[in-house]
C-alpha cells in the first residue's frame, strides 16, 4: 500500500496528465461532488508542488499559465487514501 506522500504525488501527477479515471478512486462520494464543481473550471497545469500540512491534510499548487491550490483532507479507507474534503485556495 502506498503511503499519504507517494499518494499525494501520484494524485497531483494525474491531475497534471489529465488522467480522470485514475482520479476518481481517490475522492469519497461527498468530496466526488466538490471535486466536479472544481472541475467546472479544469486545471492546466504542467508542473506541481506538493507542501504537507499534518494532520492528514495537504496543498497542492498547480503550476501553468496561471497557479491555481487545492486544499485536501486525506483519509485512509482499507488499503488506500482517499480525499474526504477539499476547496480551492484563493
Known sequence: MADLQET????AQ???KGN???LMGDFTPAALTKAMTLATNPIRATSF????LGNNEAEITYVGDT???????WEQNGEKWQI???????
Not at 497557479?67 to 483532507?73: A, F, G, I, L
Not at 474526504?84 to 484563493?90: C, F, I, N
Open 67 to 73: 497557479n491555481r491550490t487545492v486544499w485536501s483532507k
Open 14 to 16: 494525474d491531475v497534471v
Open 84 to 90: 474526504v474534503d477539499l476547496a480551492e485556495r484563493t
Open 49 to 52: 508542488e506538493v507542501k504537507d
Open 8 to 11: 499525494l504525488q501520484r494524485h
Open 20 to 22: 480522470t479515471s485514475a
